[in-house]
């Protein structure tokens, strides 16, 4: 790192005192703070993004962003690229979570770190270019071309580029050092998902693999062990699932059943709607759409749009997280299988049901976070974005593949990290 950046990381610590500068664990700090410390990541290494070449799908990519620079902040064509790429390669709602956590908290910091506009042009695009480089790998140079063309389209000299391709790359190196570091390697070889879970539930109401395809062993086993963001632990927010055979596990039980033997057309445009599938954005994609909508509704301006997402985020992350853990620590078995065990009904679901235990919902937790930080950021559209969280949550149900009270606690928990989340950024 150069003698300039550190001295402006310095200067940083000082004059918005950065919890994590003095080494302390990582953490969300102040409004004006970078999120990782600065000594999270090793020396940056020497970047020049011009000797990948150029290449027509890059210089039509770089094209849309310098447009899009005219009317809206720099992060957010970086945001609209983040979800193309989940939807191209088909990410997962969990992955794809923490990916887009990596991704603004690098546009975050390399925006926070940069001193001039043509240099946060450069940080922030160094910066986002990398980590998901990091994270999509297979087109890993593709990045490096894109921000190639980025730089030569909008007229920056080498010599205004240095400074921001020097404090973007040592920021990408920071939050790719977190990501090797945060657990998530972990299972994502299948070789390695031998795992069924240390001191898992068995009994009656357990999880078992489900119709149609009786997918085996359930979806990410590890992620309650992954690092957390703000979180203190991924379990210190976990909410109770009704006990099985109760009063409220047979009512809720009745009603997915009830509720699919009479589905309206609206139930089942409603359930399809926020399904959010192989192929689409996720769910924490289409929270980030949301938010994308809200920012040019409002026209948000630069620093306070990179803060915003990388709040949304981060929160995103750690509802993940703290939904899995909950997952993982009851094991509670899904409507279509309590319907004929149960009750002695052959369930046949709306839409799929996910290869994983029930409680709690992750559609309505990632929703209870997002709807909270938007409505946090745009106060104006709380009640607007709480309606959408609640819909979101209830099409879980109407899809056949959620309990109530799967839906509502998940809502609840993700409001709940969410404000943590606030409250870590707003000291």
Not at 1 to 23: F, H, I, P, T
Request: proline share 7%; hydrophobic share 45%; charged share 20%.
């Amino acid at each position: 790192m150069s003698a300039s950046v550190k001295r402006m990381q310095a200067g940083l610590c000082a004059a918005v005192l950065v919890l994590v500068c003095g080494g302390l664990k990582p953490a969300l700090a102040a409004p004006a703070a970078t999120i990782l410390p600065a000594e999270a990541g090793g020396a940056a290494a020497a970047y020049d993004p011009a000797v990948f070449g150029t290449s027509e799908v890059a210089e039509k990519e770089a094209a849309r962003m310098v447009k899009a620079w005219q009317s809206e902040p720099l992060t957010l064509p970086w945001t609209t690229l983040t979800l193309d790429m989940i939807v191209k390669h088909k990410g997962s709602p969990t992955r794809s979570a923490r990916g887009l956590a990596l991704t603004h908290v690098a546009m975050h910091d390399a925006w926070q770190l940069a001193p001039d506009e043509n240099s946060r042009k450069v940080a922030v695009s160094t910066a986002a270019s990398k980590v998901l480089a990091y994270w999509f790998t297979a087109e890993e140079h593709g990045f490096d071309r894109i921000l190639a063309a980025v730089l030569k389209q909008s007229a920056i000299t080498p010599q205004q580029a240095a400074k921001g391709l020097a404090i973007g790359s040592e920021v990408a190196q920071r939050v790719i050092a977190r990501g090797e570091s945060d657990g998530a390697a972990r299972g994502w070889n299948g070789v390695r998902l031998q795992w069924y879970g240390e001191g898992r539930y068995y009994g009656p109401g357990a999880w078992v693999p489900t119709p149609p395809y009786f997918y085996y062993p359930p979806d990410e086993p590890f992620a309650p062990g992954w690092k957390t963001w703000v979180l203190e632990n991924p379990g210190q927010l976990r909410p109770t699932p009704p006990a099985f055979g109760s009063e409220r596990f047979l009512k809720d039980l009745q009603e997915v059943v009830e509720v699919q033997k009479n589905l309206t057309p609206e139930q089942l445009r409603i359930a399809k709607f926020w399904v959010d599938g192989s192929g689409s954005v996720t769910p924490p994609g289409h929270w980030n759409q949301i938010g994308q909508d809200l920012v040019r509704k409002y026209k948000l301006g630069e620093e306070k749009t990179a803060r915003l997402f990388a709040m949304l985020n981060v929160a995103l992350a750690d509802t993940f997280i703290a939904v899995w853990e909950a997952k993982y620590h009851f094991w509670t078995a899904r409507p279509v299988t309590m319907a004929k065990t149960v009750l002695g009904v052959e369930l046949k679901p709306a839409i799929l049901t996910p290869p994983f235990p029930s409680y709690v919902s992750g559609h309505a937790a990632f929703s209870g976070a997002g709807a909270r930080i938007l409505g946090a950021v745009f106060p104006q559209e709380a009640g607007s974005v709480d309606a959408m969280a609640v819909e979101a949550a209830t099409s879980r149900m109407y899809g056949g593949i959620h309990y109530r009270h799967d839906n509502e606690d998940g809502l609840l928990l993700g409001r709940s990290v969410a404000n943590v989340v606030l409250k870590k950024l707003n000291q």
